[in-house]
């Protein structure tokens, strides 16, 4: 591969000038870097507060400065109960759904209640266990790598047959409002379904169906906590490729706290979340323009260095 030499003075202004202006970009995409790091854990620490309920007032505080009762979150979690047993009609005897072990877990504000995935969720499955036959079109085939950020990626999936698709149980077809976790490897990824498009995933992925009564949003965000990824870690079994079984997944416990007060973490969560997602679109759009710049310096000075460093 030939490469111009150029005369040994021209080579040391180049050096120079490759030195002062690449020293200067790498000082920059290390403050971006630094800003995207600093984002990641602010995430993790409005997902905690919204958990622990630090992020908003309780709603315990409110009432007993207003004069006023409430419904706590053992009440809601009891109606919620009471729902799921109503709404039942399987065979045989109803089961009630796991209890959380809440032998690790702090203590919770006044009103709220520890409570199960399995007490929260109208059930939670996983995908289909079979290799899927897979076609150059059809309906997308979500793998974890669609779900990495968070949200649903279906701009670039597999694919499988209408038929296959037909076949699957309709608790292993997610719909607008289930929430997905991914299991296996990048275990601990929570992407709420906010599509009405058609999708099945692979079995490395739970689906989390909420019922009536279900705090979807609020528990969109808590999956999504460092509280529930400690505890999936916990349970989750292997060496190689760590797994959360199904059983394991169902027991987390999250923090219920009451109706009320779940509406105003939401939306200050939501907002929060969004503001963040907003300034790491912005560092990466500066870390892209920042690979450009890199190019374009390298370029001038190599292209025509003779002219360029005269």
């Not at 963040?276 to 450009?292: C, D, M, P, T, Y």
Request: net charge positive; aromatic share 6%; charged share 25%.
């Amino acid at each position: 591969m030939p490469v111009p030499v150029a005369p040994i003075e021209t080579q040391r202004k180049v050096a120079a000038y490759l030195d002062e202006q690449l020293s200067r970009l790498d000082a920059g995409v290390a403050a971006l870097l630094r800003a995207q790091a600093n984002l990641k854990r602010y995430r993790a620490s409005v997902l905690k507060a919204a958990c622990e309920g630090r992020l908003v007032p309780t709603e315990a505080e409110l009432a007993r400065a207003e004069g006023r009762t409430f419904e706590t979150g053992e009440q809601l979690l009891q109606r919620i109960l009471a729902e799921r047993r109503e709404r039942w009609s399987g065979k045989g005897k109803y089961k009630e759904p796991a209890a959380p072990d809440t032998r690790a877990l702090q203590s919770l504000p006044a009103g709220w209640v520890w409570a199960s995935l399995d007490q929260l969720f109208d059930h939670v499955t996983d995908g289909d266990h079979q290799a899927p036959p897979q076609t150059d079109e059809g309906i997308p085939f979500l793998v974890i790598g669609n779900v990495r950020s968070g949200t649903i990626d279906l701009s670039d999936t597999r694919f499988v047959g209408q038929t296959y698709y037909d076949s699957l149980d309709p608790r292993r077809k997610p719909a607008r409002g289930d929430i997905l976790y991914t299991l296996v490897g990048s275990y601990g990824i929570a992407a709420p379904v906010e599509t009405s498009d058609r999708f099945c995933i692979q079995r490395h992925m739970a689906i989390l169906r909420p019922h009536g009564l279900s705090p979807a949003r609020y528990l969109a965000h808590a999956l999504g906590s460092d509280l529930v990824f400690k505890q999936a870690t916990g349970v989750a079994t292997g060496t190689a490729q760590m797994t959360v079984p199904l059983a394991g997944l169902r027991r987390i416990g999250v923090g219920l706290p009451p109706l009320a007060e779940q509406h105003r973490i939401v939306a200050e969560a939501d907002r929060r979340l969004s503001l963040i997602r907003g300034a790491e679109a912005q560092v990466s759009a500066n870390l892209a323009r920042a690979k450009r710049l890199r190019q374009s310096i390298l370029q001038a000075a190599f292209a025509s260095p003779g002219q360029s460093f005269k």
